[in-house]
């Protein structure tokens, strides 16, 4: 376990570039835009939401699938109704590279009730079937308490995708208990089982 977290904790802080990017050898992305703080139109400022970043490198160096990380504040979410840069880079990635199916990862507050929220606009982002198969993932890694579809339903980015590629996406809302280094244990299990569902 020593070794994970150490590994992931460089992963998460290791950040050079504003748009990081990995290519792999399966056609799978896992996107990350929300690793770091932003300042919203409003002018009030949204929180990081840790260790996303640290868990789409981490599971995408243990699978050899691709990757596109945020890592610098650009005065824009990609999440929201925008023609931004992340998105742009990202719909080019996956036309380019034939990718079949992102992961589009997100944080919660742990206040939620629920481990982990798959978002797949109500079924219309992902066949049923590939929605099982990582719940059926989640569980095997003793992660019992999924949602679906309520109350996140999966934002700008993953429907981005979908328009413009047709490929599966799912959004991935995971509880701060999950995405805690003082939580060890919680970390490893949220990567075990997304290592377990991307090399299926």
């Known amino acids: 376990m020593n070794s994970f977290s150490s590994q992931i904790q460089n992963l998460e802080h290791d950040n050079?570039?504003?748009?990081?990017?990995?290519?792999?050898?399966?056609?799978?992305?896992?996107?990350?835009?929300?690793?770091?703080?932003?300042?919203?139109?409003?002018?009030?400022?949204?929180?990081?939401?840790?260790?996303?970043?640290?868990?789409?490198?981490?599971?995408?160096r243990k699978t050899s699938c691709y990757y596109l990380?945020?890592?610098?504040?650009?005065?824009?979410?990609?999440?929201?109704?925008?023609?931004?840069?992340f998105k742009t880079i990202l719909v080019n990635l996956i036309k380019e590279n034939n990718i079949k199916l992102q992961i589009d990862i997100h944080g919660a507050k742990k206040g939620r009730d629920f481990?982990?929220?798959?978002?797949?606009?109500?079924?219309?982002?992902?066949?049923?079937?590939t929605v099982d198969r990582l719940v059926d993932c989640l569980k095997k890694s003793g992660i019992k308490n999924v949602a679906i579809n309520d109350p996140f339903k999966g934002g700008q980015i993953s429907q981005t995708s979908h328009e413009k590629t047709g490929i599966e996406c799912v959004q991935l809302e995971i509880n701060h208990e999950f995405r805690n280094i003082r939580r060890i244990r919680n970390l490893h299990k949220?990567?075990?089982?997304?290592i377990r569902f991307v090399s299926i």
């Open 69 to 85: 990380v945020k890592n610098e504040d650009t005065g824009t979410d990609p999440n929201k109704k925008n023609n931004d840069e």
């Open 190 to 194: 949220i990567c075990r089982a997304l």
């Open 115 to 129: 481990d982990i929220e798959i978002g797949t606009l109500d079924g219309k982002m992902a066949k049923k079937e």
């Open 16 to 60: 050079s570039d504003t748009y990081e990017i990995k290519k792999g050898n399966r056609p799978i992305i896992i996107t990350s835009a929300h690793g770091i703080g932003q300042k919203k139109r409003s002018g009030k400022f949204k929180l990081a939401e840790p260790y996303t970043r640290g868990i789409a490198k981490y599971v995408s």
